[in-house]
């Protein structure tokens, strides 16, 4: 593991253990990591889906992803970041080996085309491909060996096509999975800040919350090189002017979260606790949706409609729409860097107020879930259609899964799970659902999908 991805893991432990990305204290923490690569697995083997079909190959990877992003606890920024350049691992040289396929286009991303009369596997090269990028990426020794085991049982898998076919896959996905690392390694994460200097004193300002009152999280995240689109593309409009007095548009903001939290039902409070997707515990909040992605394409291939290619594109397009979507975000709420609401009713109402779930270590202007939830929601209606489906993200932590008529549907409940777990205004909610759905918009036009 890097330095600073080691700092990372660090930091978000402590914040899991301290509940500040989530409600109280949880029993689901990950499981502890290797001191060395001859430690005893932790994680469970990887095991690909026995049909071994294009579509299950795709499937197993993007299963091994996010389930790597929870047993990693990774944070919701950096796997925003993992789950982006893992899936583009996949979909470039899937698509490349694909007699006619083409790949996704992204400005500053050199990948080498597929050699000239020579049959390629795409399955085994995407496998190769991504495995590549999930190694360096994701290196702890758990990790690398959860890739290496799943890329060779399909490497395995191709046994019976031409001996020249299948090392001419694994080298031409190795090469691929090569270009996608060194495209990541130039996007600035390897040298970004984790901590900032205290910002000058000014009335609403962010400051670090109960109950551990941790210092930012990412503070500098915005700094970030986006993959498709930046937060110009996508702009947000100031937050209500911060006021204290009361029957002032702020006050009434922040009275709307207090009111909302007296009339609190057990329905509701359920739902707040079914989207948080905690480090450690879930697959953060863009696995949740990845995850949401994979069983509705299960579904679809089951019923003929999708094909290997549009599951890696679906996948792809999905998790670079929410890397950009997370970085204009992180551009904005470092920009306003708002208080959070259990600061603000403390200070004017009630000293004593706490939030449903523990509020989260950075500021809350607009809403992380609202922007992500929105642009997955956009993404996936896009590509798969307006219809039902039925989340199951929540078996990990024994919540009963839930069903919806459409992704809009979800991404809005998830959205206003935020101002019923009382860490976000409704403007928090508001902006950030307007900037998911633009930010989406920009990545399916610029990727060339959609009608």
Not at 121 to 126: F, I, L, N, R, T
Not at 191 to 200: G, I, K
Request: proline content about 10%; hydrophobic content about 40%.
């Amino acid at each position: 593991m890097a330095p600073r991805q080691r700092r990372i893991a660090l930091i978000i432990g402590f914040l899991v253990v301290g509940g500040l990305l989530g409600t109280g204290c949880s029993s689901d923490l990950p499981e502890s990591q290797p001191t060395s690569t001859t430690a005893e697995p932790l994680y469970p083997a990887p095991v690909a889906r026995p049909a071994g079909a294009p579509t299950d190959v795709a499937l197993d990877w993007l299963d091994l992803h996010i389930d790597l992003v929870r047993r990693e606890s990774l944070s919701p920024p950096v796997a925003t970041r993992s789950l982006a350049y893992l899936a583009l691992g996949l979909e470039q040289a899937f698509d490349r080996a694909t007699p006619g396929g083409e790949a996704f286009v992204i400005a500053g991303l050199e990948v080498p085309s597929a050699p000239d009369g020579v049959t390629l596997d795409p399955a085994v090269a995407g496998a190769v491909s991504t495995a590549t990028v999930s190694r360096a990426l994701i290196a702890s020794p758990e990790a690398v060996r959860s890739a290496d085991l799943l890329e060779a049982q399909h490497v395995d898998a191709a046994s019976q096509n031409a001996e020249s076919t299948v090392a001419a896959s694994v080298a031409f996905g190795k090469a691929v999975g090569d270009a996608v690392v060194g495209f990541a390694a130039a996007d600035g994460f390897d040298s970004l800040p984790q901590f900032r200097d205290p910002p000058p004193d000014r009335p609403g300002q962010w400051v670090p919350t109960p109950p551990s009152f941790a210092y930012p999280l990412e503070p500098f995240w915005g700094d970030l090189r986006p993959i498709i689109a930046a937060d110009a593309d996508c702009p947000v409009p100031d937050p209500v002017p911060y006021d204290e007095t009361p029957g002032s548009a702020f006050w009434n903001e922040a009275m709307a979260v207090y009111d909302a939290k007296a009339a609190l039902t057990p329905q509701e409070k359920a739902t707040a606790r079914y989207w948080r997707d905690l480090p450690g515990t879930s697959f953060t909040p863009a696995g949740h949706w990845v995850h949401i992605a994979g069983r509705a394409m299960e579904t679809d291939i089951a019923e003929g409609k999708l094909d290997a290619q549009d599951v890696v594109r679906t996948y792809a397009a999905l998790a670079v729409a929410q890397h950009d979507a997370f970085l204009a975000n992180w551009t904005v709420k470092y920009r306003t860097d708002l208080l959070r609401p259990v600061t603000y009713i403390r200070l004017v109402r009630d000293p004593a107020w706490d939030s449903q779930l523990n509020t989260p270590p950075f500021p809350a202007y607009p809403s992380g879930h609202s922007t992500g939830s929105a642009t997955s929601a956009t993404v996936l209606t896009t590509l798969l259609g307006d219809r039902p489906f039925t989340d199951t993200a929540g078996d990990l932590n024994e919540y009963q899964e839930r069903s919806f008529p459409s992704f809009a549907a979800a991404a809005a409940e998830a959205s206003n799970s935020r101002l019923l777990g009382g860490i976000h205004f409704p403007m928090d909610l508001t902006a950030g659902t307007e900037q998911g759905r633009c930010m989406a918009g920009v990545v399916i036009e610029r990727l060339g999908l959609g009608d």
